[in-house]
């Protein structure tokens, strides 16, 4: 397995992905190996000066970056050769078996949809975020911010994608599929809402419970929830925001440890040809070690094989 990381994506990037990349070495096993992509000599600086040296790490040289501000197409276009578009065409070239960065998230998503493509058969791809449970355990949530603007068809989707990444992942069958609306009645809801509700209930391929509302968004509901990119976002990051406010008043506890996005390590993008996993721009350390560990996991599952066997077969 080659896991391909963008060392020059982040806030903290180059030095918290060379941190992350240290810390992640116990995870990997025989046959497994990192390959870090940037300026070759920035990377060998900061593994000598931190007395790192592994067999199991692969310098990938890319003498260019995007940042964090430019325009994903635009920039992707004119720097083919920054360490995001060297990624890509390493993961389409079938030499790295994901790929996941903490940099330019419109640059990550522009180049899933032209380099390694979308799955015959999908609409649009999705990003799915990772939502703590009371119980300990993790829903997913697609869309959070790749689709702001929706169709029902699109959920409708998303949510058959969802049902197959959740499954792959877990082990779990038969995941709880819930549509994210202001209230349970059937009739409830944006014109988007009712028609995603019509789709869902008619949908044989998933266990479709119903809607959900913001209330119990961390009440074990579903397994996978289900919503357009905007209000996805929205309620991610709200989400977020209970981790640094219950820190900074000194009430912590298991659940809102799990609120940490830090314990997730980044999003999968599902629906596209390739493992691709998009990570926090301000990812620490920490965050980038899980980050790798998602990679392995979504690379395990086989999970981008099984939903292209899936909507292929349709």
């Not at 197409?73 to 060297?86: D, F």
């Not at 032209?114 to 999908?122: Q, R």
């Not at 069958?173 to 988007?192: A, D, F, Y």
């Amino acid at each position: 397995m080659n896991i391909a990381i963008d060392v020059m994506g982040g806030d903290y990037a180059p030095e918290a992905v060379i941190d992350g990349i240290i810390e992640s070495i116990d995870l990997l096993t025989i046959g497994e190996t990192i390959l870090a992509i940037g300026p070759q000599d920035t990377i060998n600086n900061l593994f000598k000066s931190r007395n790192f040296s592994s067999s199991q790490v692969r310098v990938i040289h890319a003498e260019q970056v995007i940042e964090m501000g430019e325009h994903p197409t635009k920039a992707l276009s004119q720097k083919p050769n920054s360490s995001i578009g060297i990624g890509f065409s390493l993961l389409k070239e079938g030499k790295a078996d994901v790929f996941a960065s903490a940099g330019n998230t419109g640059a990550m998503m522009v180049g899933s949809l032209f380099s390694v493509k979308t799955i015959n058969g999908i609409q649009r791809p999705a990003i799915a975020g990772f939502v703590p449970q009371v119980d300990g355990r993790y829903a997913i949530m697609l869309d959070i911010g790749a689709n702001a603007d929706c169709k029902p068809e699109m959920l409708a989707q998303w949510a058959e994608l969802g049902s197959i990444y959740f499954e792959s992942t877990t082990g779990q069958t038969n995941p709880r599929v819930g549509l994210m609306n202001i209230g349970e009645e059937e009739q409830k809801g944006s014109i988007l809402a009712q028609g995603t509700h019509a789709l869902l209930k008619e949908n044989s391929n998933i266990n479709f419970i119903g809607n959900i509302e913001g209330k119990d968004l961390f009440r074990n509901k579903a397994d996978v929830i289900v919503t357009d990119g905007f209000t996805g976002n929205i309620v991610l990051k709200m989400g977020e925001s209970i981790y640094n406010i219950m820190k900074e008043q000194g009430m912590m506890n298991d659940f809102v440890e799990n609120t940490n996005y830090e314990n997730y390590g980044g999003s999968p993008i599902i629906g596209i040809n390739g493992n691709v996993i998009i990570a926090h721009g301000a990812s620490s350390p920490k965050a980038i070690k899980n980050m790798i560990k998602l990679c392995k996991s979504v690379v395990d599952s086989n999970v981008c094989q099984k939903i292209k066997a899936k909507f292929e077969e349709k």
